[in-house]
C-alpha cells in the first residue's frame, strides 16, 4: 500500500495503534521479573529506533520485551525486588548477561554478512517457514483465549461478551469502512472496548493514580537505571544462551514481516542487518535495566490488518513508547486497558500471524500429497505447538518453537524432494 498520502496526524494516529496492541505484552514481561516499567517502555522504544537505523529505516518492525529470556532473567533475580537487599547486586548480573546476549547477536550477524544469505535461506524453505509461522500465531492463541474470556482467572460471561464487542468492532471497521477509518480497526475496537468495560466494572483506574507523572522522578527508577552492569559468569551463562535460540525465532519473525509487506527484507537490507539491530537494541537494554527486545508478532499483526507497512508509523510508535517510558500518568492509563479488550485484539493479530504462514503454503504451491511436505509439516506442528520448553542445561531451556524451527531444517536439508514437492 502507498503510505506517501499520509498527513502525519495520520500517521500519529496509526503509530498509537501500533503502541497499544505491544503495550499488554511488552509491560508483561517487567511485571513478572521484577524490572521497572517505565525503564521498559523506554528501551522498548529506543531499541526499535536503534533497530530502524541498523536496517536503513526498511522494516517496518518493533521491538518489544522478549519473552523468551524471563526463565533466566527469573533464574537470576528469583524473587527478589526493588527494596531487598540483594535486588541491584542480581540486577547488575542481569544487565551484564544481557548485554552479552546482545553481542552474541552481533557475532552471528557477522557470521551470516561472511556466508551469504543465500545459505541461510535454503535452511529455510517454504515447507519450514510456512509452518513455523503458523505455529507462532497458534502458540500465542491460548494467551489471547485467557485473557479475552476470563478475569481475574475465571471464567467470566461479561469477558465474553466484552470480547465480542471488540471483534465485532475490529471486523466491522475492517471490511465496512473507507479510507483513513479502514486503517484502525484496532484502535477504534479498543476505545469501543474501554467504553464498554466502564459500566461492567472491569476498568482499575489504580495505576493512574499511583503514578508518577514524569516516571524518572522516581528514586527506584534512577537507582535502576544508572546502576553498573556486572559481568557474572553464572548469570552469563543462565542468561546469554538462550540468544541462540531467539536467533532463530528472530529468522521466522523477519520470514513473516516479509510475507506481510510482501518484500524480502532477508536480502534487503538483509538479515544480518535485522540481526544485529535486535542484538544492539537488546545490548542497549541490558545497559540501561530493561528485559532483552525481540520483534513483536503483535505488531506484524497491526500490519496485516491494516495493510499500512510504512516504517515511519512504526518509529512515531517508537517515540510514543519512549514518552510512555517518561510520562508515568499515560502510561498508567494504558496499563488500565482491561484484559478483555486486550484478549479479544489478540485473537485478530494471533490468527493473522497464522493465516500469513498459510499464504506462504499456498504462494509457493507445495504438494502436501507429497510424504515428504507432510512430514515437515507435521513435525514442526506437534513440536512448535506440543512443547512449551524443554531444559537444555541447569536453568537454560529450548522453546517448542526453536526446536520446531531446527528439526523442519534438519529434514528440509536431509530428505530429498521429488518430482511432484510442488503443485503443477
Not at 194 to 217: Q, W
Request: hydrophobic share 50%.
Amino acid at each position: 500500500m502507498d503510505n506517501s498520502n499520509k498527513s502525519l496526524g495520520q500517521k500519529i494516529i496509526l503509530g498509537i495503534q501500533h503502541v497499544l496492541a505491544m503495550f499488554g505484552a511488552t509491560v508483561l514481561v517487567p511485571a513478572l521479573t521484577g524490572l521497572n516499567t517505565s525503564i521498559t517502555l523506554f528501551c522498548a522504544g529506543c531499541g526499535t529506533l536503534i533497530f530502524h537505523l541498523i536496517t536503513k529505516k526498511k522494516v517496518p518492525v518493533f521491538l518489544g520485551s522478549s519473552f523468551a529470556f524471563m526463565g533466566g532473567i527469573i533464574a537470576v533475580i528469583g524473587n527478589s525486588r526493588i527494596g531487598d537487599p540483594d535486588f541491584l547486586e542480581k540486577l547488575a548480573a542481569v544487565k551484564g548477561a544481557l548485554i552479552v546476549s546482545g553481542m552474541i547477536y552481533a557475532l552471528f550477524a557477522g557470521l551470516i554478512k561472511l556466508i551469504g544469505y543465500e545459505k541461510v535461506n535454503k535452511l529455510l524453505p517454504p515447507i519450514v517457514t510456512g509452518p513455523i509461522i503458523i505455529v507462532i500465531g497458534l502458540r500465542l492463541s491460548s494467551t489471547a483465549i485467557n485473557s479475552a474470556f476470563y478475569y481475574n482467572n475465571e471464567f467470566s460471561l461479561r469477558a465474553v461478551l466484552v470480547t465480542i464487542i471488540v471483534l465485532t468492532t475490529v471486523i466491522c471497521i475492517s471490511v465496512f469502512a473507507k479510507g483513513i477509518y479502514n486503517l484502525m480497526p484496532i484502535l477504534f475496537a479498543i476505545i469501543v472496548g474501554y467504553i464498554v468495560c466502564y459500566p461492567l466494572g472491569f476498568v482499575n483506574l489504580d495505576p493512574v493514580r499511583s503514578a508518577h507523572f514524569i516516571s524518572f522522578m522516581d528514586e527506584n527508577v534512577r537507582t535502576q537505571l544508572f546502576l553498573m552492569p556486572v559481568f557474572r559468569l553464572d548469570a552469563i551463562l543462565a542468561i546469554a544462551p538462550i540468544a541462540l535460540v531467539t536467533l532463530i525465532e528472530h529468522v521466522g519473525d523477519i520470514t513473516t514481516n516479509s510475507a506481510v509487506v510482501g518484500k524480502n527484507f532477508m536480502v534487503d537490507p538483509g538479515i544480518h542487518r535485522t540481526i544485529l539491530g535486535d542484538g544492539l537494541a537488546t545490548a542497549f537494554a541490558g545497559l540501561l535495566g530493561g528485559p532483552a527486545n525481540t520483534t513483536y508478532g503483535e505488531n506484524t499483526g497491526v500490519l496485516a490488518v491494516t495493510k499500512n507497512y510504512d516504517p515511519s508509523i512504526i518509529r512515531i510508535a517508537a517515540g510514543f513508547a519512549i514518552l510512555l517510558g517518561i510520562l508515568g500518568k499515560v502510561g498508567g492509563f494504558i496499563t488500565s486497558i482491561p484484559t478483555p479488550v486486550s484478549g479479544g485484539i489478540s485473537i485478530v493479530l494471533y490468527g493473522m500471524i497464522s493465516s500469513v504462514g498459510v499464504r506462504i503454503l499456498i504462494n509457493a504451491r507445495l504438494n502436501f500429497g507429497n510424504s515428504r511436505n507432510l512430514m515437515i509439516a507435521a513435525l514442526i506442528f506437534v513440536l512448535g505447538i506440543g512443547c512449551d520448553s524443554i531444559p537444555v542445561a541447569g536453568t537454560v531451556t529450548i522453546s517448542g518453537l526453536a526446536l520446531a524451527a531446527i528439526a523442519g531444517m534438519l529434514l528440509a536439508a536431509i530428505l530429498p524432494e521429488g518430482n511432484d514437492n510442488v503443485l503443477e
